[in-house]
């Protein structure tokens, strides 16, 4: 295989978060200690800079194959290289008032490798590359989970993640070598060949399907594999569980996506079966269970698991192109409004030292501002116009009306009416209540104003002007297919 320069550009933004790390890690040596929190503005800086820089080698409407083929460039992976970068550099600023995480240059290094396998996640186009970059985005993410060792909340969300991520990853991976065994190939492209051929016989190829859907499930926490998400939501560090509900979860669809659509179309009505009872469970368990919870970062975690619900809809109906548009508009629409939650979160739970919800009771005249973002937030989770959410879930109820799948949009409208209830329960908390610290200010830094600043203004521009989203997200979904 010959190297030309051209090779290097669906790797080009892994390689410059591999240089990225060298220079932090050599900050984290040279610079004194009390200037250790500079290196959460050099990470955040350095991948938007990266964003920056990758701008002019947008893809064309074709994908490419490249590397032998491990590596598939197309517009869909271009975008969640985009969505990977901002959520990454949003965590970073999240958690430079940490000084557990923002003042480490480990912290910093861990973030940076698994946004590099999740953009490999992105773009893989064989089953080696695949599980090396899924493997190369959990191992950082088990010890960020568990970043906190003094913890024993912290560790013990490490370990259980570590624990469940371990047995799915070796059912992820034992579908794949059946996939393999039987094909003769671990590319993806040639592997549907194979199924179409009948050298993988359907109800061989059905058993392979389903035992990736569970390793991928588990990514994503679609019922019943989401027990892990509310112990390690509420023990991680607030910034890494974000970055964990809303990045982390965009590479697994982005997987699941992949694997569905150009690994198994032959089986598409079976697995569009399988995932709207995943759907419906997925929505109506996260939000039922979320009604009873008083810990805002559970109660975050089962919201967290209710999305998933949701984007699966978008799924279902993939075959269409409102379908697979509006997967990946709910994605860019949810990572936004997500990141901003927990940000909120992340920054009101370290001065009031508490993640109770009634510790929230009064914050709308401790701090203006921020009461206000949360409404934003928790507004455009519900999905209440004229925010980011309302416009995703519309795109996603219609994609499902569009296929015929009318009862699956109804019962996503009514979980969407449950949701709805809890989020403004928190809000009631937030501007009808009041106590004792009304007249104490809740202090923020120039990184957490910056952070929600950014991210409640993209939640607003993405629900009110949202014809250019919605037109990149129609040319990422193309390019699926082309």
């Known amino acids: 295989m010959s190297l030309n320069p051209s090779m290097f550009i669906p790797v080009l933004p892994q390689i410059l978060l591999l240089a990225l790390g060298i220079v932090i890690l050599f900050l984290d040596v040279l610079l004194p200690r009390e200037q250790h929190r500079y290196l959460g503005w050099v990470a955040a800086v350095g991948m938007v800079v990266i964003m920056l820089a990758i701008l002019p080698f947008m893809p064309q409407e074709q994908f490419q194959l490249t590397w032998g083929g491990m590596v598939r460039f197309d517009w869909m992976s271009y975008t969640f290289w985009m969505l990977f970068l901002f959520g990454a550099a949003v965590t970073a600023l999240l958690a430079m008032d940490y000084p557990e995480l923002g003042e480490r240059g480990s912290f910093y290094l861990l973030l940076i490798a698994s946004t590099i396998g999740m953009m490999f996640m992105a773009s893989a186009g064989d089953l080696v590359m695949l599980y090396l970059s899924i493997e190369t985005v959990s191992i950082p993410l088990y010890i960020l989970a568990g970043f906190f060792v003094r913890s024993d909340e912290s560790t013990e969300a490490g370990f259980k993640y570590l624990l469940f991520g371990a047995m799915t990853s070796a059912i992820l991976l034992y579908g794949f070598s059946l996939l393999y065994g039987f094909s003769g190939t ?50 991680a560090p607030t910034p890494v569980a974000g970055f964990l509900s809303t990045a982390s979860k965009a590479a697994g669809f982005a997987v699941l996506i992949r694997i569905l659509f150009i690994v198994f179309p032959i089986l598409g009505n079976q697995w569009a079966i399988v995932l709207a009872a995943l759907s419906v469970a997925t929505m109506t368990l996260g939000n039922l269970v979320a009604l009873a919870q008083r810990n805002i970062k559970r109660l975050l975690a089962y919201s967290s698991i209710a999305h998933a619900g949701y984007i699966l809809i978008g799924v279902v109906s993939g075959f269409s192109e409102l379908g697979m548009v509006s997967v990946v508009y709910y994605l860019v629409a949810y990572l936004m409004t997500n990141l901003a939650a927990f940000g909120i979160v992340s920054a009101f739970g370290r001065v009031a030292g508490s993640d109770d919800m009634t510790a929230y009771y009064g914050l709308s005249r401790r701090s203006p501002g921020l009461a206000l973002a949360m409404l934003v937030a928790f507004l455009s989770l519900a999905g209440m116009p004229p925010f980011a959410g309302f416009v995703a879930k519309v795109f996603i109820f219609a994609a499902a009306v569009g296929v015929g799948q009318i009862w699956l949009a109804v019962v996503g409208v009514l979980n969407s009416i449950i949701g709805l209830y809890y989020y403004l329960t928190v809000m009631k908390y937030v501007y009808l209540y009041r106590s004792e610290n009304d007249d104490q200010p809740v202090p923020l830094s120039g990184s957490f104003k910056l952070a929600l600043g950014v991210l409640v203004a993209g939640i607003v521009v993405i629900g009110v002007l949202f014809s250019p989203w919605f037109n990149w997200a129609s040319v990422a979904a193309r390019s699926m297919f082309f």
């Open 186 to 235: 671990t590319d993806l492209h040639q592997i549907v060949l194979g199924i179409v051929q009948g050298k993988v016989s359907l109800p061989l190829a059905f058993t392979s399907m389903m035992l990736v859907l569970v390793g991928l499930s588990f990514k994503v926490s679609v019922v019943p594999f989401h027990f892990w998400a509310p112990d390690v939501y509420q023990g």
